[in-house]
């Protein structure tokens, strides 16, 4: 099992900036793919930005060149800079990973897991 605990969330002004960590913990395991998603109220879920084993990012266009998503593997930690925050980044932001949990020697299995969330607001 994984744990994933997001902290960094708060309030900021327009223009701000923030920085998100979200740290993977728990039983053997290696991280395949982590990123973020973010859910403002009324609104569904979206992906806002994700990282791959390999490095490869890919964002949600209404963040490129504002966000950049970045990863520790010694630390099994990834980060998300946010700056030039607006309004409409106001939501809860959830870590998500993709991991490989050994079991056993010979029994592994291939999960996703999710952090609780941490909430970002940004004011006009």
């Known amino acids: 099992q994984v744990q994933l605990v997001e902290s960094g969330g708060g309030l900021v002004q327009a223009g701000g900036s923030l920085r998100l960590s979200c740290a993977a913990s728990?039983?053997?395991?290696?991280?395949?793919?982590m990123g973020w998603h973010r859910q403002a109220p009324g609104k569904q879920r979206e992906l806002v930005a994700s990282?791959?084993?390999?490095?490869?990012?890919n964002y949600a266009d209404s963040v490129k060149g504002r966000f950049t998503i970045s990863r520790d593997n010694t630390k099994n930690t990834i980060y998300l800079q946010m700056n030039s925050l607006k309004p409409e980044d106001t939501a809860v932001y959830y870590c998500?990973?993709?991991?490989?949990?050994?079991?056993?020697?010979?029994?592994?299995?291939?999960?996703?897991?999710w952090g609780q969330g941490t909430q970002v607001t940004v004011s006009s």
């Open positions: 998500n990973a993709d991991a490989q949990v050994v079991h056993t020697t010979a029994v592994r299995s291939y999960m996703n897991f």
């Open positions: 728990g039983n053997t395991f290696s991280i395949i793919d």
């Open positions: 990282i791959s084993n390999g490095g490869n990012t």
